[in-house]
């Protein structure tokens, strides 16, 4: 197979138990947006299935809440955000969706009505992302007016936080406070929403849980990537004592290598020049399958249990490796990517980048094979020194 990727269950199911012991009796959302951030939405769909701390599984879209069903999908499904050509199935599936404005509540009131069923819906509050939403001030006549229509079954309210994945956090809590002041608003109605939810990946790690929000939703943490440096630094300092593990591990395998010397160049524009012999491994992957640009001559692959430099610019289709260092790599040797060590894993490739772990993995082709693994995950941050002072010597290049 000329490129593959693996995810790891067992990885996934720590990272999760971490949430799960953050928020007590709420219930667990599954984020699986994105195709799954990148980790693919059929295999997540089905994965989930056997995972009992989850109770429901979040999509972006109609479509792909209808997708995740089709593929097997038994857990609760919530479309979060977009109400598109598949609204109508998705009603039909009792998949529940969302309201966040007068002009979407009749869409959705309009389609069960063809249909002849009730639709499963959770409203959109606007407590300070200025996203999709209502605001507080146009909150309560809202509710009463989505009421009067028997075709909608009101089970749910939520929002989104706009920074809590960074150290600052006043605006956060004052998005949590005006949240909760909804729910206490719908309270003081007599008005009983089953699902209440604002916490995030971030935001469960360090804020205490309240009994007033019913569910929470994790996206990127489940993955086993935290939403910023400063979350992950503050929730081990204080709340988490375990490592999240990333969950992918993408692979591919040598196809070609040739000894260079001093004076030769690898790849287009001539970015890398040898100063002295080396030796280079194609590997048939590149920004087309979704490795970034931005790596050439800027990241690593591993091999075995050492590092191998990326060398020339990535083309579409082929990048070039440095492996001088690791004379028993040849022709079919298997390569990692993007995995869950030190050097090449999302969190650390996405600083190189200058952009953030969700890029880093969603952009990966659709088309690369994905399949789940039930074997150990390695990861380990205690890497050989040794190992470590071959991956990080300087780049030969001028």
Excluded at 156 to 166: D, K, P, R, T
Aim: charged fraction near 15%; charge should be neutral.
């Amino acid at each position: 197979m000329r490129t593959w990727i693996e995810i790891d269950i067992p990885a996934l199911v720590h990272n999760l138990s971490i949430y799960r012991a953050q928020c007590e009796n709420a219930r667990l959302c599954l984020v699986i947006k994105g195709n799954a951030y990148g980790h693919d939405l059929k295999t997540m769909s089905t994965i989930v299935n056997d995972i009992d701390s989850v109770d429901m599984v979040a999509t972006a879209s109609t479509q792909e809440a209808v997708h995740a069903y089709n593929y097997g999908c038994k857990k609760n499904i919530l479309a979060l955000s977009i109400l598109d050509e598949y609204l109508q199935v998705a009603i039909s599936y009792k998949i529940h969706i969302v309201a966040y404005d007068y002009h979407s509540l009749d869409i959705i009131v309009n389609a069960a009505r063809t249909l002849h069923v009730q639709a499963y819906v959770h409203l959109k509050l606007d407590t300070g992302l200025n996203r999709l939403g209502l605001k507080l001030s146009e909150f309560l006549a809202f509710v009463r007016h989505a009421r009067t229509y028997q075709e909608i079954v009101i089970v749910g309210l939520f929002s989104h936080f706009a920074n809590s994945e960074q150290r600052d956090q006043e605006f956060a809590y004052a998005q949590l406070q005006t949240f909760k002041h909804a729910i206490n608003i719908l309270h003081a109605q007599g008005y009983a929403i089953p699902y209440t939810h604002i916490s995030c990946s971030a935001s469960t790690l360090i804020h205490t849980y309240d009994p007033l929000f019913t569910m929470v939703r994790i996206g990127i943490g489940a993955y086993g990537l935290w939403p910023s440096p400063e979350n992950k630094q503050y929730a081990l300092a204080n709340n988490i004592h375990q490592e999240l593990i990333p969950i992918l591990s993408w692979y591919t395998t040598i196809i070609q290598i040739k000894e260079i010397e001093p004076g030769e160049s690898v790849g287009y524009n001539r970015t890398f020049i040898a100063t002295e012999r080396r030796r280079i491994a194609l590997l048939p992957i590149g920004y087309w399958d979704g490795y970034d640009r931005r790596l050439s001559n800027n990241s690593w692959v591993r091999i075995h249990d050492k590092y191998a430099p990326i060398v020339g610019i990535v083309a579409m289709n082929l990048i070039m490796i440095d492996i001088t260092y690791i004379p028993e790599a040849s022709r079919g040797t298997q390569v990692i990517l993007i995995g869950p060590y030190p050097l090449i894993n999302p969190s650390e490739i996405a600083l190189r980048c200058s952009t953030i772990s969700y890029e880093i993995t969603t952009r990966i082709n659709s088309d690369i094979p994905r399949v789940a693994v039930q074997q150990p995950n390695c990861y380990t941050t205690k890497e050989n020194p040794a190992i470590i002072s071959i991956a990080t010597q300087p780049f030969l290049s001028i």
